[in-house]
């Protein structure tokens, strides 16, 4: 397996398809946008100009767009890659979708005769650079050994969670227990560094106490406090906070489905909700503490 589609390049798909390249897997790739192609094609991918060009001839599939919709439209659309990928290919779709869909294009794809999982990603785009992504599949035990050395490419950490949309049940988990920390996080360091502590000494601090948690040792939302994470520079690139809004309503959906209660989800929902609604969306996850009150 080595003839690699890749759709899909933007703030994660660009750096993972980057690491399969460096790995030796010959890519042809598609966005809607020119530059990441440019970027993709200076480090020698090949550049399709349609997805079904991208993915004739090719074994594996690996999509990573923002949403449902796109993942829909991509592999079902009349010109999409159903219609045009080869008999045996391998389908991952990496994106962050809600659990159904991905259950209903692997679905689709089965009748094809296909085989596909859902392999959402946790790490942020730094894991994405480094190659050190946790995968979390929903697929059969052999369409994950098949993915294999592709999601080990890729990542370090690679998860079979169950059947397909599995993957998507198990990510939705981490991101509402992620939007929640983040917020949290946030609150903490507001609060002391209003009261005259210093971030950088406050996050140390928390970082070997019990606040301990991801957002604060990796990803910390304060500028100042790390290098090389979205709040260092202006909350561009990162994980866009409408991203986060998309997550934490794929887990209402889902918590609505199972009448599970999510107090604290449906908060952090509705805060990201107001912080996308003053024009923040765009902006990174960890840039929420510029949200308005009420
Ligand atoms: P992004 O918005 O930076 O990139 C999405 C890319 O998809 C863009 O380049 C866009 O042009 C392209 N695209 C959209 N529709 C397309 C189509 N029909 N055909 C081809 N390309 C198309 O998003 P991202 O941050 O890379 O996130 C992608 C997915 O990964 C999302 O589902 C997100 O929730 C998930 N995710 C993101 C992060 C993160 O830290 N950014 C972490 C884990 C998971």
Redesign the pocket.
């Known amino acids: 397996m080595h003839k690699i589609a890749f759709?899909?390049?933007?703030?994660?798909?660009a750096p993972m398809a980057l690491n399969l390249l460096k790995a030796g897997f010959a890519l042809r790739v598609?966005?809607?946008?020119a530059a990441?192609l440019q970027r993709l094609a200076e480090a020698g991918a090949e550049i399709a100009e349609r997805?079904a060009d991208a993915v004739a001839g090719a074994d594996a599939v690996i999509s990573?767009?923002?949403?449902s919709e796109?993942v829909q439209?991509?592999y079902l659309g009349a010109d999409g890659v159903l219609a045009a990928v080869p008999a045996g290919a391998l389908l991952i779709d990496?994106?962050?979708?809600a659990a159904a869909t991905a259950r209903e294009v692997a679905a689709a794809a089965a009748a094809r005769g296909l085989t596909m999982i859902d392999a959402?990603?946790?790490?942020?785009?730094a894991g994405a650079a480094a190659g050190t992504l946790t995968f979390i599949v929903g697929g059969t035990a052999e369409a994950f050994e098949r993915a294999r050395p592709l999601l080990g490419a890729m990542g370090r950490n690679l998860f079979h969670a169950g059947g397909n949309g599995a993957g998507q049940v198990a990510k939705i988990c981490n991101n509402m227990l992620l939007g929640i920390q983040m917020i949290g996080t946030i609150e903490a360091l507001q609060l002391g560094v209003a009261s005259g502590v210093d971030a950088t000494v406050l996050s140390d601090i928390m970082a070997r106490s019990s606040g301990r948690n991801w957002t604060l040792e990796v990803y910390n939302p304060w500028p100042g406090v790390m290098d090389n994470v979205p709040a260092a520079r202006g909350y561009s690139g990162?994980?866009?906070s409408d991203?986060m809004l998309?997550?934490l309503g794929l887990a209402a959906e889902a918590a609505a489905a199972v009448q599970a209660p999510i107090a604290l989800g449906a908060l952090a929902r509705e805060l990201y909700r107001r912080h996308s609604a003053a024009g923040h969306g765009a902006l990174d996850f960890s840039s929420l503490r510029e949200v308005p009150a009420g």
């Open positions: 759709i899909g390049l933007g703030n994660m798909g598609f966005d809607l946008s990441p997805p990573m767009l923002p949403a796109h439209r991509l990496c994106s962050t979708i959402p990603v946790s790490g942020g785009t990162g994980f866009g991203l998309k997550d």
